[in-house]
C-alpha cells in the first residue's frame, strides 16, 4: 500500500499501545497480538502449508456471521486445517477455545513486515473475510501470491468512502478479491457503478447461524420456570444498554402483567448492581437463581455469557439494545423464534432491520412515548402479536441458504445437498 496508509497503520498501531495502558481491552489486544506468531509456530507444520483456509473475524459478530460456513467446511471437509484469525478481543477472549478451528490468534497490524511474516508462516489454500474487513496490505500481498482471497456477508451502501471521490485507494482493495459475496442487489449495484462485477448475491450467513441455533439450543429450566411461573406476558431485553433500560425498565416497572428478563450487553458488579436498583418489583440474578426461587421473581438479570440465544424463546417479544448508540445487536437471533423485536433509531446499517418493520415484524421506536404505544398493543392485543410474530419468524425462513450458496461456488457442491 501507499505510503500514507502505512503511515495511518502506524499511528494507530502507537496509539493502541498508549491506549492499551487505560484500557483493558486494548491491553488484551496488544498482548495477544504480541503472542500471535509464536502460536503460529506451535501449531502450523511446513506439512499444513498449503491445506489451511484461513477465515478472518473483527469480532464476534462477525464470528457469527463467518460460523456457519466453517461448520459447512468442517462436516464436508474434516480434514481441511482452519485458521481463525480476530482484531477484537470482543471476539477472540469469547471464541480462543472455539473447536471448529484448529488455530485461533489475533490478527497483527496491517504493516507489511507483519504481513509478509504471517503469510510465510502460514500459506493459505485461501482467505475468507467476514462483511467488513480491508485490510489493505494484506489483500495486496494475498492478491500478489496468487492466493484466492474472498469476503462474504458484505454489503454496501452509498456513503461508504469505496464510493466517495476521494476514495481510489480504498476501491483498490476491492480489486484484490477474487469474488465478493453481498447480501443484496444494491450492494452489487453499487459496486457495478464502480467497476467491481466479481460480486455475488447470496444473502446473510447470520440467517443461517440463527437457524442452526434454533435447530440446537438448550433448554434452561430455570429460565422456563420463571416464564411459566405464571400466565403473566414475558418481555426480553437482548444486549441492552442505559439508553435501552431508561425506556423499558420505567414501563416494567409499571405493568404488574409483564415479567422481564434483562441480558445486559455488559454486567460487570458495578453495572449489575446498579440495574438491580431500578426495580421496584423482585429481582434476581440468573447466577444466584434456582427452580424454587426464580418463581417469586418478576425480572431475571442473565449475568453470564452464552445463554441469550436460547433464551428469546421464552418470551413473548424482544427488545434488542443497541440502537441509541453505534448500533443494534443482533435482531435474527431473537426473531428466529417468531416473536416481533423493538429496537432503537439507529438501525440504518443493518438491513434486516428495515425488512423486519417493512413485514411487519419489526418496530423502531425514537423513545418512551413510541415503545409504550407499541408495547400496549403487543400486550393486549394477541391477534397483533401473533401475526407480528409470524411476520418476524417468516422473513427469517425466507433468507436461509446463504451459507451453501457460498461453499459451493468456494469449494464445489456439498455432500448435504
Known sequence: MNVLYNLGINAIKVGAKLAALRSEKVKKMVEGQSQTFDTLSRNITAGDKGNIVWIHAASLGEFEQGRPLIEMIKRNMPGQRILLTFFSPSGYEVRKDYKGADVVCYLPFDTPGNVRR????VSP?????VKYEFWGNFLQELSRRQVPTYIISSIFRRGQIFFRPYGGMFRRMLDC???IYVQDEASRDL????????VTVAGDTRFDRVSDILAACKPFPVVEKFAASSQQFTFIMGSSWQPDEDIVVPYFNSHAGMKLIIAPHEFDAERLEQLKKRMNRPVLLYSEATEENVANADCLIIDCFGILSSCYRYAQVAYIGGGFGAGIHNLNEAAVYGIPVIFGPNHAKFKEAGDLITCGG????SGKEDFETIADRLLHDSNYLSA????AGNYIKSHLGAT???YNEIFGSSPEE
Open 118 to 121: 504471517f503469510l510465510d508462516m
Open 191 to 198: 459496486l457495478a457503478s464502480i467497476g467491481v462485477r466479481d
Open 177 to 179: 478479491f477474487t469474488r
Open 388 to 391: 407480528s410474530g409470524n411476520a
Open 362 to 365: 419489526g418496530f423502531s421506536i
Open 125 to 129: 489454500r485461501m482467505a475468507i473475510f
Open 404 to 406: 451453501r450458496k457460498i
